[in-house]
């Protein structure tokens, strides 16, 4: 093996280092939120079972479970996230120039961001809906998660994932992953299947840093969209306003279209299926038009 071999090897490795440098904020802020629970739980509310191992041990067991410890974490983690990953982002990337978002959404970028952003939640969440008919107990269990941490019901939450995720996951991702596992294709004659190299690695990422298997499955297929958004313009504001629009629409307005959709397995993955393609469809719209 030639030593161009082992230097893509090397950037791929640097490319998996800030998804892990996120595993392990979360794991931090995880460790100080629940120790500052268990002093408040001592200081204003009487402390713990100590007499009893069992109710000790559920009481500790509540308290870690308890939605005011997942709200703190997910919330403390998308903020110290954004600032984290820019200050990555900037001194890790060869300190990328700024670009006025006017400049790069002219054009066809901006409608075909704001029409691939919705495409996204569109068959992301018809897979949701389809997979409650086919795997039913791993919804269930998906379900319970996001409940447990506030998502779509808790405003700190809401604020979180619609303003800060899509700046400090766009950041990690489509920012810094992308950067290094770019690295690792650079100089390949196929330009197209270098991106396309590039881009699996950091959507596959994006998906596992959701830490779970359901919504790991659809944010990879919408990192793979993002991570395009980012490659076409050249810029993270669209990937950034894709993300906003999915996490938006997804909290308030995508439940009303599918109330009137009928309730079955085969329009579900109808759906999914039309906003798949449909995605496809601007991607070449915009091509072509790029192109004239």
Known sequence: MNKGFWKRVGWMGMAILPLLASLFLQIIIGI??????????????????????????????????SRGVNVSILVLYHLL????????????????????????????ALPATILIGLLM??????????????????IRQYEELMEAVGLGTDPLVILASILLAPIGEELLCRGVIFHYAGKAVEGMKNRKAAFWIANT??????????GNLVQGFYAFFIGLCLG????????LYPSMLAHFI??????????????????????????????IVGIVLVMIWDNRKSAE
């Open 32 to 65: 100080v939120i629940y120790l500052v629970a268990i002093v408040y739980t001592f200081a204003f509310q009487g402390g713990f079972d100590m007499a009893d191992p069992g109710v000790l041990e559920q009481q500790i067991m509540d308290l870690a479970l």
């Open 81 to 108: 996230g954004v600032v984290v990953f820019a200050i990555w982002y900037y001194f890790g990337c060869g300190r990328p120039k700024a670009q006025k978002p006017g400049r790069v959404f002219i054009g066809k």
């Open 121 to 138: 939640d569109i068959s992301a969440n018809a897979f949701l809906l389809s997979a409650e008919y086919i795997f039913p107990n791993l």
């Open 201 to 210: 690695a950091q959507a596959l990422m994006f998906g596992i840093l959701h």
């Open 228 to 235: 395009w958004l980012r490659w076409r313009y050249n810029s």
């Open 246 to 275: 999915v996490n938006f629409t997804s909290t308030f307005l995508l439940g009303y279209l599918f109330y009137f959709i009928p309730e079955t397995l085969a329009v579900y993955l109808a759906v999914m299926i039309v906003g």
